[in-house]
Nanobody, 122 residues
Framework: QVQLVESGGDFVQSGGSLRLSCEASGNIFSINTMAWYRQAPGEQRDLVASITSDGKTNYGEFVKGRFSIFQDNRKGTMHLQMNNLRPEDTAVYYC????????????????WGQGTQVTVSP
C-alpha cells in the first residue's frame, strides 16, 4: 500500500509564502509524476503544478510564476514553494502521485493524499 503524507498548510497573510511537502511511502517501483491540486469549497479540483521523474514541470495558469514545484533528493518527496499568496489561493491542497508498483510486472497506479489546508487572509 502507498501513502502520501502532505504537510506545510497554514494560515498566512496576503503576500506571504508557504512551502508544501508531499512524501510518498510504500512498495513503489518507480514514480512517474507527482502533482499538487487544489480545491476550494464548491469548486472543482484544479491542477496547481506537476513534475515528472525527469524533472519536467507544468503549472496551472493562475500560478503565473508565483509557485515552484521541485523534487527532494529523497525518492518520492516533492515540494511546492508558494510565494506572493493571494486570498484566492485559499483551498485544500492535495498531493497526487502516479507510480508503478508490483512484481514481476509493475503496474500503473494513482494515489491521492488527504489534503492540507491553505488559508490566505486579505
Amino acid at each position: 500500500q502507498v501513502q502520501l503524507v502532505e504537510s506545510g498548510g497554514d494560515f498566512v497573510q496576503s503576500g506571504g509564502s508557504l512551502r508544501l511537502s508531499c512524501e510518498a511511502s510504500g512498495n513503489i517501483f518507480s514514480i512517474n509524476t507527482m502533482a499538487w491540486y487544489r480545491q476550494a469549497p464548491g469548486e472543482q479540483r484544479d491542477l496547481v503544478a506537476s513534475i515528472t521523474s525527469d524533472g519536467k514541470t507544468n503549472y496551472g495558469e493562475f500560478v503565473k510564476g508565483r509557485f515552484s514545484i521541485f523534487q527532494d533528493n529523497r525518492k518520492g518527496t516533492m515540494h511546492l514553494q508558494m510565494n506572493n499568496l493571494r486570498p484566492e489561493d485559499t483551498a485544500v491542497y492535495y498531493c497526487k502521485a502516479e507510480f508503478k508498483m508490483g512484481f514481476p510486472r509493475p503496474t500503473d497506479f494513482t494515489s491521492w493524499g488527504q489534503g492540507t489546508q491553505v488559508t490566505v487572509s486579505p
